[in-house]
């Protein structure tokens, strides 16, 4: 059974630093691709960044390009969110899954989000960015 774990989360104040944490259970996290999503209060949830499973290229939404970055440890069988620079707006519940379209992305290389790709999710980890 494929399950997948988050962890990391917290309150940070703005410009902070946070690294989250996908673990994975039941399955090589390098068989599938995995991405971060989050949901906001009142917001719908949205696309972060995404790491395909064979070459491992990665893909981020265009908000958070250049202050997030995503990683894979085979060896751990997780996958990790590297978020610096963190603003208020940042703040939401992540939530990792795996990508059953390998990380889809518009005309401009930005990772989006598509509902039925997506699967096996988390229960997700709060970020809270305020001073």
């Known amino acids: 059974q494929v399950q997948l774990v988050e962890s990391g989360g917290g309150l940070v104040q703005p410009g902070g630093s946070l690294r989250l944490s996908c673990a994975a259970s039941?399955?090589?996290?390098?068989?599938?691709?995995i991405g971060w999503f989050r949901q906001a209060p009142g917001k719908e949830r949205e696309a972060v960044s995404c790491i395909t499973d064979i070459d491992g290229n990665t893909y981020y939404a265009r908000s958070v390009k250049g202050r997030f970055a995503i990683s894979r440890d085979n060896a751990k069988n997780r996958v990790y969110l590297q978020m610096n620079s963190l603003k208020p707006e940042d703040t939401a519940v992540y939530y990792c899954a795996t990508d059953l379209e390998s990380c889809p992305y518009d005309f401009d290389g930005n990772y989006i989000y598509r509902p039925a790709a997506v699967a096996s999710w988390g229960k997700g980890t709060l970020v809270t960015v305020s001073s």
């Open positions: 039941g399955f090589p996290l390098d068989d599938y691709s």
